[in-house]
Each structure stands twice: as structure tokens, then as C-alpha cells.
């Protein structure tokens, strides 16, 4: 197996009075899309943030490491991480509309980056400014890297922000939700564009999304989140073929398909299946979060979360249903 | 603001920097209260460079009969006041005395008020509520006041005055760089610059600063215009430079000749009036000209 670029190791974040991020653990390998997927508020973006260390003031790591080729990025000092973030490590946002800042050009702003971090003349941080945009599908790149974000489609604006996070050729880059903001079109394009130039730089993505087709189209595993813990992590392929934890399986099914069009009528006539209840009644669970809105729980859910358990086919699940389907018919029979 | 940007930039945004220069010329030329101001602003400064060559000598020098009307004697074409003192050389050297006063106080003023504003804005915290606490204890005292004490302490010379106008008038610079900073510190470009490994003083000066530039630039054309009032007021009550002729200065002098020989005060005052309606102009124009989504550039 090949050394993992990043990874993370019982990760805990907490704002005052509040755990929000229980302790979560993955890796991603390099080179590879790596998907964490999840509803609003179920910590996704706050682990992402936490990774580069850049939380809202009052929130805090409570426990954990995060490796990155060997550095502990909970531990470093911040002069280490601004050496990582920008150069080795890279976020894209949700919002390109008011991630790029308004004032400048945005060859410019390209351009910081790259002087920011290499030690190279500002002419020939220009010129690398305008390749990459031209390398980001962008026409003109000469022209349009004197003009203002103001002066760029939404998508182009993403572009922008795509290519001043390859600049210094990442390692690891995290995308928040990148297409969130833009058309479907667009997203396609856009995601496209992030596809290939992970594989001609060779960078790890980690794409936080929460949703399932963008999943299917270019993440090689996906990692769910539920109420702050993973709940399921597993490869694209066995993911979608057999969602193993509850909640994944509901969001599969939750989503508008094929099979469900082909079993009964254009989505508009057919009613979605929803799972039921709100993530709100995961506070103060003892046991699984999911439990109570899990169709299939028995009284052992409710007294311990369950933990990640690998199963053989290189996906993990934190279900003790799933896990050991013994427990389930023990329960049934007795 | 931005869809009216949008439809103007294949035409406005065109070409290199250099080209765009010229654009920000001509933007600047179709705004004609800017245009008016600046016209005024430069010919105060080109007088106030040019004193030394319009009229040479020290302005302080008795020259002609004293209390001569303007126009009455060809050689003195704006009178003499109550000592014979040549009144056009008085305000041709007088314009130095008040540009330069007026800008290095407003630049005191504006890099205290910027530096103080920024921290407090961006750091937050123990160091935000210090630094308002501070700049709240100065806002409690009277500027003008203010001026006076520090005047009176050192001495009534030029730079003293500056300096002494430039301390008084910071507090009002750090409370808008302050909340400034505040809203822009959250803005998502500047989530995006900490990504990048960005610090703090990167941050501030080269993301935010630019963004903030707008209204304290504005406010900095004000505060000169302000330091002038201020300089002619201390001047006026006698406590300006003595070895220096002000414009304040000449009003305090043609005071008590106010109902013979109104001239004497309505000159200076015209001519304070007249620069610091300029500089508000300017203030303005810049404020429109500056300001990249305003669609004018």
C-alpha cells in the first residue's frame, strides 16, 4: 500500500460548549478524489478547515493529528503552515463570486501567489500567471489578466480561483463545495477542468460536496459524514452499488434516479423517499446518531456509537448492523 | 453596480495598464466638479511653489503706504495692509505655509489613524477593545483644544503645528479604517488569502488596505482641508508661527481695520474658502474616479 499524502487521526472540533466534529479518521492517498459527503451541518467543512487550521476564532481542535507528508498540521507552528497553505496544500471555495479580492487584477492576484511562495521576479511571476490561465480555459489569458473579477463570469471566476490554487502545484487540494454556486452546465466543466489538472500535476483532491452525482462522476472514494462522525467510507464502486450504513442508503434512495423513473413516472409525479426526522435529533444521543431516524435500529444502537469497522471489501462502515449481520438476527430472534 | 461594469469593460478594460491610465485621464475629465477642484488645487499649489519667484523677499517686509486698496497703487495690485505689507505676496507665501501644514498633518492624521484602525480592526479582540478605548479617550477632548495644548507645550513652529494637528485628527481615520477592517476581515477573499498562507501583515496591506482605500481617501482630502482651517484658526488667535505668514495670520491682522479695510480679512478668507472647497471636490471626484466597480474607469 502506498504511504497516504494526508492523514487524519480521531479528529475532534469543538466550538464553546459544543462538539461538532467527533473524532473523525481518513486518509487520502496521492493522486487520488477523495469525496466527503454529508447534509449541511454535519461538520464536512468544518473538518476541511480544520485540516488547514484557518476555524472561525472560537473554535477549537479538541484532539487528534492530522499527517501531511509528515507534518502534524494541528501541531505545526503558523509560520509552517502559511510555508504549506497556498504552496503544498490548497483550498478552492464555494463562492467564486466573492473569493476573488474585488480590487485587483486578477493576473495579480495570481501572481501573489506564486511570488508568495517561490522566489521568482514579478515579470515572470506574470507570465506564469497568464500560462495558468490559459491552462484554466481561459481566453485572452494576456488581456483578461489585467482585468477585475468584476469582469468574469461566475465560471470564470471559478477558473480563476482554480488556477491560483494549482499555482504553486499542490499536493492536496480542498475543494469546498466548488460548483455549489454555479450552473449544472458549468459544474460539469468546471469539474472537468479540476479532474485533469489533478492528474497532469498529480495532486490529491479533496472534494467536499454533498452532492451524490458529482460523487459518482469524479470522487474514487467517498467518505459520508453524519452529525460530526463518518458513518461510511468506502470506494465509488461498491458505494453506490451496496450503500451499506442506513443513512447512506437513504440518500441513494432520496435521490432522483433512472430506477426510479423507470419503476414509476417523471420524478415530478413520483414521490421522492425521504428519511425521516432531522439531523437535529442526533444532540445528546448517547448511541448512533442516526438512530433515531433509523429504520433498522435495535435497542444495542442506543447505548454506544458505534465504531468505523473495515469490512473486506475496502470500505468501512459505523454501523453494528451492518458490520456483523449476526447482531441484527441475534436481536431479531431474540 | 457590477452588471454596469460588465457591459462597459470590453470597451473600458481593453489593452494594458498603461492604456487604462488613460482611460482613468479621461474618466476624470468628463467629472467637472473633480475637474474644478483640481483646477483650484493646482493653481493654490502652483502659487504656493511659485511665491519665492512672484514675489521675492520676505512677505513680512514693510513695502509700500500701509492700508492701500486693491488696485489703488499698480505695484501692490491686491493693497497693503496696516503695516505696508504687500497683501499678494502675503497670500502667495501664505499658500505654502497652508498647503504644507494642511498635508503633512492630514498625512500624520491619516498613517496614525490607518495603522491604529487596521489592528484594532483586524486582530479583534483584547487589542481592538485597547485601541478603541484609546482612540474614544481622544475623541473625548476638543480637537481644537487638543491643537492648542500641544502648540502651547512646544513650540508655535510649523512642524509642531503639524504634528500637533495631525495627533488631534487621527481618531477619526481609525474609527472608519476600524470598521472598515471589521467587515472586510470577514469577507470570503480574505478567508481565501489565509488559505494561501497569507499573514496578517500581507493581509492588511496588500488585501484589505486597497479595498479600504475609497473612503480614506475621501476622508484624507477632508482632513487636509480641515488641517488649513485649523492652521489658519491657531494662526488667527496668534498662536501660529510667528517667523511665518499664514493666511490666518493676515485675517487676525485685518481684523481690527475689519469695517475700513474689510479686504484685509475677506482676501485670506477667500482664499481659505476657495482651497479647502477644492480639496472636498477632489475628494469627491477621487472617491467616483477610484473606485474600481464604479463603472467609471
Not at chain 2, 46 to 73: E, H, I, K, S
Amino acid at each position: 500500500m502506498t504511504v497516504p499524502l494526508l492523514e487524519v487521526r480521531d479528529l475532534a472540533v469543538g466550538f464553546p460548549g459544543q462538539v461538532v466534529v467527533h473524532g473523525v479518521s481518513f486518509h487520502i492517498d496521492p493522486g487520488e478524489t477523495l469525496a466527503l459527503v454529508g447534509e449541511s451541518g454535519c461538520g464536512k467543512s468544518i473538518t476541511a478547515f480544520a485540516l488547514m487550521r484557518l476555524l472561525p476564532p472560537t473554535a477549537r481542535v479538541l484532539r487528534g493529528s492530522v499527517l501531511f507528508d509528515g507534518t502534524d498540521l494541528v501541531t505545526a507552528s503558523p509560520r509552517v503552515m502559511r510555508g504549506i497553505l497556498g504552496k503544498r496544500i490548497s483550498l478552492i471555495q464555494q463562492e467564486p463570486m466573492t473569493s476573488l479580492n474585488p480590487v485587483l487584477p486578477v493576473g495579480a492576484q495570481i501572481g501573489e501567489v506564486i511570488r508568495r511562495h517561490e522566489p521568482v521576479s514579478r515579470a515572470a511571476a506574470r507570465r506564469r500567471a497568464e500560462e495558468l490561465l490559459d491552462l484554466v480555459g481561459i481566453p485572452e489569458p494576456r488581456r483578461r489578466a489585467a482585468e477585475f473579477p468584476h469582469n468574469f463570469s461566475g465560471g470564470m471566476r471559478q477558473r480563476v480561483m482554480i488556477a491560483m490554487a494549482v499555482a504553486c502545484q499542490p499536493r492536496l487540494i480542498i475543494a469546498d463545495e466548488p460548483t455549489t454556486a454555479l450552473d449544472v452546465t458549468i459544474q460539469a466543466q468546471v469539474l472537468d477542468l479540476l479532474d485533469d489538472l489533478r492528474e497532469q500535476f498529480d495532486m490529491a483532491v479533496l472534494l467536499i460536496t454533498h452532492d451524490l452525482g458529482v460523487v459518482a462522476q469524479w470522487a474514487d472514494r467517498a467518505t459520508v459524514m453524519y452529525a460530526g462522525r463518518i458513518v461510511e467510507q468506502a470506494p465509488v464502486r461498491p458505494f453506490f452499488r451496496h450503500p451499506r450504513h442506513p443513512y447512506t442508503r437513504g440518500l441513494l434512495g432520496a435521490a432522483v434516479n433512472e430506477a426510479g423513473e423507470a419503476e414509476g413516472g417523471h420524478y415530478t409525479t413520483r414521490r421522492l423517499n425521504e428519511i425521516v426526522g432531522s439531523v437535529a435529533s442526533a444532540v445528546g444521543e448517547p448511541g448512533c446518531p442516526f438512530a433515531p431516524r433509523c429504520p433498522d435500529k435495535i435497542p444495542a444502537c442506543r447505548a454506544a456509537p458505534p465504531s468505523l469497522e473495515p469490512m473486506p471489501d475496502g470500505s468501512a462502515v459505523a454501523c453494528i448492523i451492518a458490520a456483523r449481520p449476526e447482531v441484527a438476527h441475534a436481536a431479531a430472534d431474540g | 453596480m457590477s452588471a454596469l461594469a460588465d457591459e462597459h469593460s470590453p470597451i473600458a478594460l481593453r489593452g494594458p495598464p498603461a492604456q487604462r491610465r488613460h482611460r482613468l485621464l479621461r474618466a476624470s475629465l468628463r467629472n467637472p466638479s473633480f475637474l474644478i477642484g483640481l483646477v483650484i488645487l493646482l493653481v493654490v499649489i502652483g502659487v504656493a511653489l511659485t511665491a519665492d519667484r512672484l514675489f521675492p523677499g520676505d512677505p513680512q517686509d514693510m513695502v509700500g503706504t500701509p492700508a492701500l486698496w486693491p488696485g489703488q497703487d499698480a505695484e501692490f495690485l491686491l493693497g497693503t495692509d496696516s503695516l505696508g505689507r504687500d497683501v499678494a505676496s502675503g497670500l502667495a507665501h501664505g499658500a505654502r505655509v497652508s498647503l504644507l501644514v494642511g498635508f503633512s498633518a492630514a498625512a500624520i492624521g491619516l498613517v496614525i489613524g490607518t495603522l491604529i484602525g487596521a489592528v484594532s480592526g483586524y486582530c479583534g479582540g483584547w487589542a481592538d477593545t485597547l485601541l478603541v478605548r484609546l482612540t474614544e479617550l481622544f475623541q473625548t477632548v476638543p480637537t481644537f483644544l487638543l491643537v492648542i495644548v500641544i502648540v502651547a507645550i512646544g513650540q508655535p513652529s510649523a512642524p509642531v503645528i503639524a504634528l500637533a494637528i495631525g495627533v488631534s485628527a487621527w481618531p477619526t481615520v481609525a474609527r472608519l479604517v476600524r470598521a472598515q477592517f471589521r467587515s472586510l476581515r470577514e469577507a470570503e477573499f480574505i478567508a481565501a488569502a489565509r488559505s494561501l498562507g497569507y499573514g496578517a501583515p500581507r493581509i492588511i496591506i496588500h488585501e484589505i488596505l486597497p479595498n479600504a482605500l475609497a473612503p480614506i481617501i475621501v476622508t484624507g482630502s477632508l482632513m487636509v482641508a480641515n488641517a488649513i482651517l485649523t492652521e489658519a484658526g491657531l494662526s488667527f488667535l496668534n498662536m501660529g508661527d510667528p517667523n511665518l505668514i499664514s493666511w490666518g495670520s493676515m485675517i487676525g491682522d485685518g481684523r481690527p481695520l475689519l469695517r475700513t479695510a474689510w479686504f484685509l480679512c475677506a482676501l485670506p478668507g477667500g482664499a481659505i474658502a476657495l482651497t479647502v472647497l477644492s480639496l472636498n471636490l477632489v475628494g469627491d471626484g477621487l472617491n467616483d474616479l477610484l473606485n474600481p466597480r464604479s463603472g467609471a474607469v
